[in-house]
């Protein structure tokens, strides 16, 4: 079966104007609801070197390393036994989200240095999601080169872990990232799920992911896990929203 890889950016009792906040009772509902359809639910390293072939497989990551993923979402893995990938942008840690359009003048606070610790130490896996979470597309090679490296080094040095997984911020890759994500030495990158791997494989290092939103059903949560028309179906709606993303982008450049 092939695996399948969620993605979450924040959970939190809080909310804001967009969709990217996930509720606590929600997210326990979602992950229980995983564990009822027999899936075994992981990190990143988990899914795809540890468990064995043959089992139904979902990757958990948090994209951006906001603190509300050790205040809401931690307690609620650690209590059902399930670890997770979580992908530091490693030039905020501990910072306010500074970088993000902030739509509201609604601000979240970045995991600390200490918070990440716990987490490693309790079995979780960091990622790379650069060093400022610029969009990395048109971006010169030698800026790209950077972030990728750069983030690398600081968090394997800093959490004394191999940081073996990248992903994009924005969601944006293409080839030349890729190359330096080989370059660099990571062992995958996670993007945002294309058309055009629907029906073909993608290239060995590229991970698709689908994100879980604020407004999402388990019925929604159950076509992301399927195939065929259902798969389809989430894969454009994906697009869309992601489409509607390149908002904080213009934002982010204008500043």
Known sequence: MTNRVLVYHKVDVRSEIGITVVKPDQFRR???????????????????????????????????????????????????????????????????????ANLGGIHFTHLSQQQVVELVQNGWE?????????????????????????????????????VA????????????ILEIVREVGYRGVCGFFPFKYLNSPAPAEFIPRLAVYATESLSALKRKLGSGSELRYEVTKQNVI??????????????
Not at 127 to 155: F, N, W
Not at 167 to 176: E, H, I, L, M
Not at 242 to 255: H, Q
């Open 165 to 176: 997984y990248f992903s994009v911020p924005f969601g944006k890759t293409n080839r030349q």
């Open 126 to 162: 960091i990622g790379s999601h650069t060093v400022s979470h610029r969009c990395l597309s048109g971006m010169p090679v030698a800026l790209i080169r950077m972030e990728l490296r750069d983030s690398k080094q600081y968090l394997e040095t800093t959490f004394g872990r191999e």
């Open 30 to 100: 979602q992950i229980e609801f995983l564990l009822s359809e027999g899936f075994q639910i992981g990190t990143l390293r988990d899914v795809y070197q540890n468990y064995p072939d043959g089992k139904r497989r979902v990757a958990l990551t948090f994209d951006d390393g906001y603190e509300n993923i050790y205040q809401y979402a931690y307690p609620i893995l650690k209590e059902l036994g399930i670890t997770a990938t979580v992908f530091l942008i490693s030039g905020y840690l501990g910072k306010r989200n500074r970088w993000d």
């Open 242 to 255: 992601n489409f509607c993303a390149n908002a904080t982008i213009l934002v982010n450049s204008l500043r």
